[in-house]
């Protein structure tokens, strides 16, 4: 049974940065996309970032393009989003999830973390 444990949410200042880790236990398939969403109190859940199975390659939603970088350490199967630069708007909590293709659409993904709050705030 494949198992996802996120960690590394807390509280930061604007402009502050963060790192999440996304570990990933229990997969048969060697290679996996994982997406990143994320859900602010009153709002729908967003997915903001992708890293594919094939290559690594990432993508970004506007919304943190410039800001956030995904990468993965295949060794350790873990997945990191760092963040950095970050706004009020990012608070909310944050989930990983195994997709078999690198996409933004929630309902492609498998299996999902517990989740990790972050929140941004003077």
């Known amino acids: 049974q494949v198992q996802l444990v996120e960690s590394g949410g807390q509280s930061v200042q604007p402009g502050g940065s963060l790192r999440l880790e996304c570990v990933v236990s229990?997969?048969?398939?060697?290679?996996?996309?994982v997406g990143w969403f994320r859900q602010a109190p009153g709002r729908e859940r967003e997915g903001f970032s992708c890293?594919?199975?094939?290559?690594?390659?990432?993508y970004y939603a506007d919304s943190v393009n410039g800001r956030f970088s995904v990468s993965r350490d295949k060794e350790k199967n873990t997945v990191y989003l760092q963040m950095d630069n970050l706004k009020a708007e990012d608070s909310g909590l944050y989930y990983c999830?195994?997709?078999?293709?690198?996409?933004?659409?929630?309902?492609?993904?498998?299996?999902w973390s517990q989740g990790t709050q972050v929140t941004v705030s003077s």
């Open positions: 999830a195994t997709a078999a293709l690198c996409t933004l659409v929630a309902a492609y993904h498998t299996e």
């Open positions: 229990g997969s048969s398939i060697p290679y996996y996309s």
């Open positions: 890293i594919g199975s094939s290559d690594d390659s990432a």
